[in-house]
């Protein structure tokens, strides 16, 4: 885990290696960007599917919740799987069961069919509950339950994605280019919710293809079959053309200030990898703060849709919605590279000063959102709150998991952290779906007190991430040919 000196400001690399890194990079962030849309499939279908089978927002919180907490629990069982396995192979074995299980949530709605009195369509007045006998009420349980259970599966089979795709990349960059890889990650997040955010719409509403085919409105199940495919085509890419790390591809000697492990040190034993992990405070201040990004974050990914639909009425294929869609990953996406530019030439790799402003600035934005009570300013307020989000999404879950686990323990030390996100995150599924059943006002308000202490914690980490000056270490003299 020997940082890159501080003040180093390029690497030679040889011939060839950036295009091959270049290539690598590209399926695997298309992959991971074809993870999102089969995980913010949900939330564009969140009032569809509440409508069909008439879940209050608790009940769908609950679905959201379920997710996020296996997502949390997988990245801790998968980093340190991934570091056993590899990056790849993680990757594979997280889309594949994103694939099923998508495609099995999608089918899940059948079960409604069979069931037309679980519709709130069945009850025009919309006061359905009041018509269900006990054997009612337990098909509405064991639906819900359905649904809870295939996106737990998923959101724990996609937590093999974020500790693969970090663990080959921290072989393929240095410490002073893992914050632009960190932006660079962030903007494949991003393309993802931009694809579903305006994909979605565009399949509930109907849309024409190429100007001659008419596709007409399909059903909400469309929004989890359509994804897996899409993720389906891509894996295959990945699984052909990428490789686990610098070495395997022909390259040698690219990381002079942090080689690649040694025997003994690939092969450390479980126990080991935790002791190491687990007894670095820094892992814990950086993880505690990122699940206040979590709960931020979530907020705004799994809720703004059925927010402007219930608070404003805004139609999601309405121009405002549109807008809105492509705004909050566009942003998203300047935040992550702008943060992570700012953090590896700025301040010399240190991440922590630029988070505390982040969290800061996100908590000024949040109170000043519940102040104002417009469709207009909620559109402007949510597009610069994702901005603040994630930007400390990408320099503390992705740079700083980096430059804390390593080459070796790289896939550890980011489902570590990165879980926190989303033991965070998980906040704002079933308690902020109870609070917006209770007035639609708390949304703003639940996410502001995660911004306070997300930037106090920055503040405590400063020095404790400042990274080391190292020297570079004298090459080994070449081997002395022996008699065999």
């Given at each position: 885990m020997n940082p890159t000196a501080a003040g180093a400001t390029s690497i030679n690399y040889p011939p060839g290696f950036r295009a091959r890194r270049g290539l690598n990079w590209g399926f695997l962030g298309l992959l991971y960007t074809s993870f999102y849309m089969c995980r913010y499939n949900l939330s564009i279908?969140?009032?569809?599917?509440?409508?069909?089978?008439?879940?209050?927002?608790?009940?769908?919180?609950?679905?959201?919740t379920t997710a996020l907490l296996a997502y949390a629990f997988g990245q801790i069982i998968n980093g340190l799987l991934t570091d056993r396995i590899g990056g790849k192979r993680a990757m594979i074995i997280g889309a594949s069961g994103t694939i099923v299980m998508n495609i099995l949530f999608g089918a899940a709605s059948f079960a409604g069919v069979l069931h037309p009195e679980l519709s709130d369509a069945a009850h025009p007045n919309g006061q359905w509950m009041a018509h269900f006998n006990l054997f009612h009420t337990e098909i509405f349980f064991r639906l819900l339950m359905l649904f809870v259970a295939i996106r737990g599966i998923d959101g724990y089979m996609q937590a093999y994605g974020a500790p693969g795709m970090i663990k080959i990349n921290t072989a393929w960059f240095s410490r002073l280019e893992r914050g632009r890889f960190a932006g660079i990650f962030g903007f494949m997040i991003n393309l993802g919710r931009f694809g579903i955010f305006n994909l979605g719409p565009a399949l509930l509403a109907g849309f024409t293809f190429l100007g001659m085919w008419q596709v007409h409105p399909l059903h909400w199940r469309w929004l989890f079959w359509i994804p897996s495919a899409?993720?389906?085509?891509?894996?295959?890419?990945?699984?052909?053309?990428?490789?686990?790390t610098p070495e395997a591809a022909g390259f040698h000697d690219t990381h002079a200030?942090?080689?690649?492990?040694?025997?003994?040190?690939?092969?450390?034993?479980?126990?080991?990898?935790?002791?190491?992990?687990?007894?670095?405070?820094?892992?814990?201040?950086?993880?505690?703060?990122?699940?206040?990004?979590?709960?931020?974050?979530?907020?705004?990914?799994?809720?703004?849709?059925r927010y402007m639909q219930d608070m404003y009425q805004m139609d999601l294929k309405s121009a405002?919605?549109?807008?809105?869609?492509?705004?909050?990953?566009?942003?998203?996406?300047?935040?992550?590279?702008?943060?992570?530019?700012?953090?590896?030439?700025?301040?010399?790799?240190?991440?922590?000063?630029?988070?505390?402003?982040?969290?800061?600035?996100?908590?000024?934005?949040?109170?000043?959102?519940?102040?104002?009570?417009?469709?207009?300013?909620?559109?402007?307020?949510?597009?610069?709150?994702?901005?603040?989000?994630?930007?400390?999404?990408?320099?503390?879950?992705?740079?700083?998991?980096m430059d804390i686990g390593g080459r070796k323990m790289a896939g550890f030390a980011s489902g570590v952290i990165d879980?926190?996100?989303?033991?965070?995150?998980?906040?704002?599924g079933i308690a902020l779906g109870r609070l917006l059943d209770n007035s639609l006002g708390n949304y703003f308000y639940f996410m502001a007190p995660f911004g306070v202490i997300g930037g106090l914690l920055m503040i405590f980490a400063w020095g404790k991430m400042t990274p080391k000056a190292t020297t570079k270490p004298t090459p080994s003299p070449l081997p002395v040919a022996t008699a065999k």
């Open positions: 279908a969140n009032g569809s599917i509440s409508k069909e089978f008439g879940f209050t927002k608790g009940e769908f919180g609950l679905i959201i899409m993720c389906a085509i891509v894996a295959i890419g990945m699984a052909l053309t990428v490789k686990e200030a942090e080689p690649a492990p040694t025997a003994a040190e690939a092969n450390l034993r479980f126990g080991q990898v935790l002791l190491k992990i687990v007894s670095n405070p820094t892992i814990w201040i950086v993880a505690l703060a990122y699940a206040c990004t979590g709960a931020v974050r979530q907020a705004v990914d799994q809720w703004f849709p405002s919605f549109q807008w809105l869609g492509f705004l909050i990953p566009f942003v998203a996406s300047a935040g992550s590279l702008s943060s992570g530019y700012i953090s590896d030439v700025l301040f010399k790799g240190h991440r922590a000063p630029v988070a505390a402003g982040l969290y800061f600035l996100e908590t000024t934005i949040i109170l000043l959102a519940a102040q104002f009570h417009s469709a207009n300013a909620a559109v402007v307020f949510l597009v610069l709150i994702s901005l603040t989000a994630n930007s400390t999404h990408s320099i503390l879950g992705t740079a700083a998991a879980s926190f996100q989303y033991f965070g995150g998980s906040l704002a």
